[in-house]
C-alpha cells in the first residue's frame, strides 16, 4: 500500500463473533484507504465467509493481525480512538465521525511517524467499560436514539468513508490553494485541544500505560491513593495523560522524576 496518511489509521476489531464480519470491515477498509487490521481475540478464526465477504479487500485479510490482548494492539499507537454507542463511567471526550476525521488528519499532519488505532467492539456489547478507559477520544456515529446500535462492520464502513472523505477534500484544496487551512476550512474549526507544534514524537500507548502504573505505584507508596480511590484512579490518570499529550523528551523527564522519588523514598 502508498504510504499515506489514511495508511497510519489502523483499525482494531474486538472479541469479533462471526468470521462474515471480519470480511465486511476488510471490504470497508479497503474501499475507503484503509489498509491495517488487528483482530483481538476472535472467537472464531478468519475462515472462507471472511473472504467472501471482504470480496476485493481480502488483501487486507491475507495481511491482518490476529493479537492475544487490546493492551497488545494499542501499544505502538499515539492516538487511541475507540467506537462507543453509549456514555460511560468517567468519559473520555466524546466526538463525531467528522470531528473524529478533522482530528486524526490534524494528528498525522503534525506527527509524521505516529500512527492512530481505531478500535470497534463486539457485535452484541460493545467495549466494555475498562476497554473504553484506554482511549484518548470516543467516537460516536449520530443515529436514531431509540436504537442507536450499527452492527460492527457498518460502523467500520460509516466511519472510514468519513475519513475518506474529508483527507480527500484536505488533499484536493491543498492542490487547489498552498495554504493548510483555507477559508473553506475554517468551517471544520474544533473546540478540541491538541498540539500546534511537535519538535519530537508523541509517546505511544503502552508509555502511556507504563507512566500511568509508575504514578499509581508511587501514589500508593506515599499513601496519597486511599483504597477508595484505586477503583477510578486509574481511569484518571489515563485520561489526565491523554490531555497532557506528552511527547518522548517529556515522557522521559517524567520517568526519570518518577525514578528518582521512588529511589528517595525507598
Known sequence: MPNTPLNRIHTIMVNTTLPANIGSAARAMHTMGLSHLTVVAPRLPIDETS????????????DAIIADT????????????????????????????????VLCHDFLAKNPNATIALVFGREDRGLTNDELALADYHVQIPAN?????LNVASAVQVITSTLYAYFDEQNSDKTKDNTHYNQHNLKHHLDIHHRTEWDEPAITHAQKMGLDDAITSLLIKLNLARDDELKDLPKRLSRLSSRLQLDQKEYALLRALLTKIDKKIG
Not at 462507543?84 to 465521525?97: D, E, G, Q, Y
Not at 436514539?145 to 446500535?149: E, L
Request: aromatic content about 2%; proline content about 12%.
Open 145 to 149: 436514539p431509540a436504537y442507536p446500535v
Open 51 to 62: 473472504h467472501a465477504n471482504a470480496a476485493g479487500g481480502t488483501s487486507v485479510l491475507d
Open 70 to 101: 487490546i493492551e497488545t494492539a494499542l501499544s505502538p499507537h499515539a492516538l487511541i480512538v475507540m467506537a462507543s454507542a453509549r456514555t460511560r463511567h468517567l468519559p473520555k471526550p466524546v466526538i463525531t465521525p467528522n470531528k473524529c476525521a
